[in-house]
């Protein structure tokens, strides 16, 4: 009889359980990033002063792990910025890995040194590290990064990765202008071992976090892959359509006003460079965030994210369109997202409804014409296209 | 080294051991424990009760003593499970022997 049995990754379900108070934690080690993006939402410069100053000191991010780890975490991100940057960050690191987590780590890997790349072959996270991608030339990544030589930079991070064997994928953003590199990329991601399917994208590119930057936002949203473009890339996966099978059987409706649909904050929990916990990533909204300087993590999961959560919508428009849109689901449309584009929790968000709408129109479940909050019948149209589908796949 | 009822083992420093929703996880930190470093080992009753005993001060014997009057069971049958676990995990070096 075998007393000890190996977990293979489709038995952690369990790690996620609704008896777990906080299966898993994205800690944004800094905001601070050696690139400077086009695209990015985040960042702040290497060196600023301010950030620096403000930055949780080793000390706190222990404390909050070591909380987490007593609620029964198990996955910790090490996001950012470039988490790298952060001096402390192999003590963190081993720490986190010390309580019996596993840890993702996003990196652009400009950083990465033989001393690092030792570590992670000794001490290997548990999940790939996964690495953005900007170009597959410093022709094109070094004009995205913004920083001359970050290409090459970039390279010698990755080798070092593959030369002590240490896993990692890769992901890129989708821009127009890296649309030659597209191929070459993929080709090249193809060659990595721990890659088994092709890299994933980022394309519809959220606006800044902290709504600090209207200029850059203008261009980032210049930057965003267009609804019909969106939907192609959707539609390469050869598994969209049985995807959307079970989606839409299980998913779609509208939400009346209720605002927070998404488990954010359920089992989960972001904490941003300054030590406030928050429900995901985008949600900053000063009145929605908790100082765990002041409150201990346990506090702000199981009282302060539960009140917030109960949010309902307010805005006349909000109602009349997303609060029946039956597209609720397969939209983007969220209170983090609405809050970063516009200032409040509850404007509909023009671009995630054309993308949605999109979506819809190509699946048949939508005429050019109609707008899906209008839409009677939403229930026959998904019953039909389950109906219909069902042998996809 | 020899697995024995007299034998001492405690776990290894190279792995950390969690209990989530009573359920024991032993997460490996270091690579060369198991086949690939993104495995996780759990442990039946039987195991995770051994487990939770290996201090490296009581031997095996003593362990299986210890169960057989906390569980009103078989010594014979407990030792041969303790010892069956110790051979597990020795394999996979999830613990180490005291000499």
Known sequence: MPYVKKLQPHEFNFLHSKNILLAKIDIELTERCNNRCIHCCINQPENDEGSLLREMDTELVKRILTEAANLGCFTVKFTGGEPLLRKDFAEIYLFARRLGMQVILFTNARLITPSLAGLFAKFPPGREIEVSVYGMSSESYDVVSGCSGSFLEFRQGVDLLLQYKVPFIVKGPLLYFLKEDQEAFEAWAETIPSMDAKPGYSMNFELRSRRDDQTKNERIAKLRVTPEDTVAMFARNPYYIADMVRFCGNFIGPPGDKLFLCGAGQGSCCIDAYGHAQLCLPMRRTDTVIDLNKISLKKAIEESFPFIRETKAKNPEYLRRCARCFLKGLCEQCPAKSWVEYGTLDTPIEYFCEIAHAQARFLGLLSVSESAWDVEDWKERVKRFVEINSTVG | ?99
């Open chain 2, 1 to 99: 080294m020899d697995i024995k009822p007299s034998s001492i083992f405690m776990p290894s420093e190279d792995v950390v051991a969690r209990v989530i929703e009573d359920e024991l996880i032993i997460v490996p930190l270091v690579a060369g424990i198991g086949d690939s470093n993104d495995e996780l080992y759990t442990m039946n009753e039987t195991g995770k009760a051994i487990w939770l005993r290996l201090d490296g001060k009581k031997t095996l014997s003593d362990i299986a003593v210890e169960l057989s009057h906390e569980f009103n069971a078989d010594i014979d049958m407990i030792e041969h499970d303790v010892l069956g676990l110790m051979e597990e995990l020795t394999s996979r070096k999830i613990v180490v022997g005291q000499e």
